[in-house]
């Protein structure tokens, strides 16, 4: 073999292995690249296309470790020890505390309850005032019993002009039926059924009245939000994008959906119709401040019912628990 030949095949020989060792550089770097995301949530099939985005791979650069988390107080301890990074709560379920003030800053809106809770009612309540002095029951820390202190507020009433009773949502629907009780604060499909099987009865007021009032935020920490607003950009990404794979594939995103959460898809397909996934148009207006039911002008709503009625043990605003940062990096 003469020397240029063996000149030339060396010179290959240490191309081929510079490309092999920057080719495994390059995947370590990758690697290295890739944000670990842990978000908890209580088992609610409103948070289904984080699942859809987990599946689909719709988180970009972001490895997402969905975890279920089923009291809110272990939620907030585990985002404060750092277990978890970020986690769903409704307004009124993020500002109801034991005087403490709840940790982390929404970000990003990912559902709204649509008809989903409500307040039933015997024939003999006719309006909102009417429930002064009335036998009425509700679960404390869920969405339907803030929807029973916002309607007591408007017609200026609190807690304590009714006769209240901590029952869980689905007993407080069967009390109701069995007339044990005037008015029940309860969700689907407790709401519709009590409704049906008590003659006479209605639904005085659902989150569909009140367009705004119980939307589902995602709360991050203030260290991600501060050092690595990216990661909360890309989890962002991936809800938009399951969002919109569903609207245009429903049928299947719906079975990826119902399995994750161990219901029918029938089942789910139900829900859906009581609830709203949002989409970048709608966080756009929701972080909006100019903007009608934006999500500032009702945190701070909801904070001002919660503390009428001593339903919260620390006073939180929203210029310190909200963030637009994240929806204004789409415009």
Not at 43 to 50: H, K, M, Q, S
Not at 184 to 210: C, F, H, M, Q, W
Not at 215 to 226: A, P, Y
Not at 243 to 248: A, I, L, R
């Amino acid at each position: 073999m003469s020397n240029l030949r063996k000149a030339i095949i060396g010179s290959v020989s240490i191309l081929v292995i510079f490309a092999i060792i920057m080719s495994i550089s390059a995947c370590k770097t990758s690697k290295k690249e890739v944000e670990k995301v842990r978000i908890g949530m209580v088992t609610f099939p409103g948070y289904a296309p984080l699942y859809l985005a987990k599946e689909k791979n719709f988180f970009e650069n972001v490895d997402v470790d969905l975890v279920r988390i089923e009291a809110i107080g272990d939620l907030r301890a585990a985002l404060m020890s750092g277990k978890i990074d970020i986690y769903a709560a409704t307004f009124d379920i993020f500002q109801t505390t034991e005087k403490l003030e709840p940790p982390g800053v929404g970000f990003l809106a990912i559902d709204e309850s649509d008809g989903a809770d409500g307040v039933v009612v015997s024939d003999k309540i006719k309006d909102i005032a009417d429930l002064k002095g009335k036998r009425v029951a509700a679960e404390p820390g869920l969405p339907p019993y803030f929807v029973l202190q916002y309607m007591l507020n408007k017609a200026n009433l609190t807690l304590k002009d009714i006769e209240f009773k901590d029952v869980s949502s689905q007993d407080a629907g069967n009390a109701f039926v069995a007339g044990k009780l005037d008015a029940a604060g309860t969700y689907e499909p407790y709401l519709s059924k009590s409704k049906d099987l008590r003659n006479g009865s209605k639904i005085l007021v659902s989150s569909k009245d009140i367009p705004g009032l119980i939307v589902d935020l995602l709360f991050t920490s203030d260290k991600i939000l501060k050092d690595k607003p990216q990661v909360l950009k890309a989890v962002s990404d991936g809800w938009f994008k399951a969002v919109e794979y569903w609207q245009s594939h429903p049928d299947e995103a719906m079975d990826v959906m119902s399995k994750s959460f161990g219901v029918a898809k029938q089942e789910l397909a139900e829900m859906k119709t009581r609830l709203k996934w949002m989409t970048k148009e709608d966080n756009t207006q929701l972080f909006d401040q100019k903007a009608p039911n934006n999500a500032y002008d009702t945190f701070n709503l909801v904070g001002d019912i919660l503390v009428k009625n001593n339903s919260n043990g620390s006073r939180v605003w929203a210029k310190d628990k909200l963030t637009p940062a994240i929806i204004q990096m789409y415009k």
